[in-house]
């Protein structure tokens, strides 16, 4: 469980239990299922929100992943925030209803569960990054898009970014990676824009990670300009810094390049509050702010459904 104080942060229990009120609740506009399951066996649990919910509707998809890292446990919050408001807000807010009419959004508010889960263990924060397979596998660089081409990543196993034996090698991004290549429907990929919380540093990041290059193969500068674009209007609603995510450092195997690689999805990541702050402590601010900066993307999340059409 979170440490007191901290309680209204979601444990994995909890997470589950507020999807399953919200499908219950709503029922024609939230339906919950998984993706598959952890290394130890969770369920990786998927909320799909749009008007007739129950059918695949020719719609632009667009998929928000969260807690890749199990210490950003914010990440989650901001996963949940986005079910609550596309759910609650249907009857009576204009925008999100036209939103929810026009798209299908697809939730995963735990990408590591297990370890999320382990993190606040004995209800003590241990700073913990990656899943819990062996020493661990940093989901972020396990993805199969140039695996540790590029000195982005470790291998190994006791580092922090240590990138697993082979790519897709951790049952998560597995899994995750699976079910993105299952929305190809008719040759065509449905998902067409993807955020990827994380903490913290206040950062809006598009790919490539894995090259300081603006274009490589793959992204012209035409696609480069667009992420660019979008990144930067976002940027102005949430105060954010939009950059390559290179321009951070390099990173390979990262669920951005990828997306985009891949799928053509145009895929984010957003670290999210404190700008800085004291190495770990950094990750785990106080439940108070929960409101204050999940909302804080509000209009960035809408923002990047509109750029979805
Ligand atoms: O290193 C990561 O995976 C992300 N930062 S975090 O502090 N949340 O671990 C950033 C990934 C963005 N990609 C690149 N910087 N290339
Ligand atoms: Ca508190
Ligand atoms: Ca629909
Ligand atoms: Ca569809
Ligand atoms: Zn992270």
């Known amino acids: 469980e979170f440490p ?16 399953q009120a919200t499908a219950r609740d709503h029922a024609s506009l939230a339906r919950v299922s998984s993706v598959g399951r952890s290394y130890e066996g969770r369920e990786l649990r998927l909320i799909k929100i749009s008007d007739n919910v129950a059918t695949d509707e020719n719609e632009p998809e667009v998929l928000f992943t ?21 759910t609650d807000g249907y009857d009576t807010d204009p925008a999100i209803k036209q939103l929810v009419d026009t798209r299908e959004i697809l939730v995963l ?97 598009w790919p490539y990670g894995y090259t300081y290059n603006d274009t490589a193969p793959g992204m012209t500068q035409t696609e480069a300009r667009r992420f660019q674009d979008v990144g930067r209007q976002i940027a102005r609603s949430n105060g954010y810094t939009p950059q390559q995510s290179s321009d951070l450092y390099v990173t390979d195997g990262s669920v951005n390049d990828w997306m985009w690689a891949q799928h053509k999805i145009l895929s984010y990541t957003f670290e999210m509050y404190p700008r800085s702050g004291g190495g770990l402590s950094g990750f785990y601010p106080p439940d108070e702010v929960i409101p204050r900066e ?8 809408d923002t990047l459904l509109r750029a979805a059409g």
């Open 294 to 301: 999940t909302a804080r993307n509000d209009a960035a999340v």
């Open 66 to 86: 969260c807690n890749q890292h199990a210490r950003e446990h914010l990440t989650t919050e901001m996963c949940l925030r986005i079910v609550q408001r596309f």
């Open 109 to 205: 508010p735990s990408v590591n569960p297990d370890g999320s889960e382990y993190d606040i263990s004995g209800g003590r924060y241990k700073g913990w990054r990656k899943n819990r397979q062996g020493q661990g596998t940093d989901p972020n660089r396990n993805w199969g898009y140039k695996w540790g081409c590029c000195g982005g990543s470790s291998g190994s196993p006791s580092s922090e970014t240590y990138r697993g034996p082979s790519a897709f090698s951790a049952p998560e991004t597995r899994a995750v990676s699976n079910y993105v290549n299952s929305r190809v429907v008719g040759g065509r990929q449905q998902i067409t824009a993807h955020i990827d919380f994380h903490t913290y540093s206040e950062l809006v990041l």
């Open 4 to 19: 007191a104080g901290d309680e209204k942060y979601h444990t994995y229990a909890e997470m589950t239990a507020e999807l």
